[in-house]
């Protein structure tokens, strides 16, 4: 089992940037993969990114090249850089941990966009 607390959302302009973090109960390298999805209202959750416990990194393609995912196992702690912040980028980001037969999700945190 893990318990994930993501934090860092809140409201930017447009072309700005936001970090957000996820702490993780245990550590990184038990857990295959951590991830970032996200769920615009109306929509399904759809991949952001994710690290697998060997240091891979995977983007989805809108995505790539704006953000940055990140972790710190000291911490066990994975961050999502953003930059470039668009509007349609507005929704709530939820951390992920994938351990193969479970996985298991944060609370989210609201990531707000304005034009």
């Known amino acids: 089992q893990v318990q994930l607390v993501e934090s860092g959302g809140g409201l930017v302009q447009a072309g700005g940037s936001l970090r957000l973090s996820c702490v993780a109960s245990?550590?990184?390298?038990?857990?295959?993969?951590m991830g970032w999805y996200r769920q615009a209202p109306g929509k399904q959750r759809e991949l952001v990114a994710y690290?697998?416990?060997?240091?891979?990194?995977n983007y989805a393609e809108s995505m790539e090249g704006r953000f940055t995912i990140s972790r710190d196992s000291a911490k066990n702690t994975v961050y999502l850089q953003m930059n470039n912040l668009k509007p349609e980028d507005t929704a709530v980001y939820y951390c992920?941990?994938?351990?193969?037969?479970?996985?298991?999700w944060g609370q989210g945190t609201q990531v707000t966009v304005s034009s």
């Open positions: 690290i697998t416990s060997g240091g891979s990194t």
């Open positions: 992920n941990a994938d351990l193969g037969f479970y996985r298991y």
């Open positions: 245990r550590s990184l390298f038990s857990i295959n993969a």
